[in-house]
């Protein structure tokens, strides 16, 4: 059983930076294809970001793709997502996912996924 717990979420003003972390706990880290996914007020939950086991493949939504950027770090079981130039539309909730994989398989989907986080809020203001 594999516990997830997201960190760093808050309000930041539209263009501005922000860091979330996933901390993961309970299994092998490395044996997991890590993902954050949002899901906004009145929407359905969305894909952000993938990155496989070994961090070899990494995969973005096409409206996040060059502002943010997913990382793990398997000696600490953390997978950070770096946003930049943040928008009013990135405002949701955050959620972390882990799946089993250790091929470079690279899940977009959310029923894929097996683990999640709580979810932490972000929230851009313009």
């Known amino acids: 059983q594999v516990q997830l717990v997201e960190s760093g979420g808050g309000t930041v003003q539209a263009g501005g930076p922000l860091r979330l972390s996933c901390a993961a706990s309970?299994?092998?880290?490395?044996?997991?294809?890590m993902g954050w996914f949002r899901q906004a007020p009145g929407k359905e939950r969305e894909f952000v970001a993938v990155i496989t086991w070994d961090s070899g493949r990494t995969a973005y939504a096409d409206s996040v793709r060059g502002r943010f950027t997913i990382s793990r770090d398997n000696a600490k079981n953390t997978v950070d997502l770096q946003m930049n130039s943040l928008k009013p539309e990135d405002t949701a909730v955050y959620y972390c996912?882990?799946?089993?994989?250790?091929?470079?398989?690279?899940?977009?989907?959310?029923?894929?996924?097996?683990?999640w986080g709580q979810g932490t809020q972000v929230t851009v203001s313009s």
């Open positions: 996912a882990a799946v089993f994989s250790a091929a470079q398989r690279l899940f977009v989907r959310a029923p894929e996924f097996r683990y």
């Open positions: 309970g299994g092998t880290f490395s044996n997991y294809a």
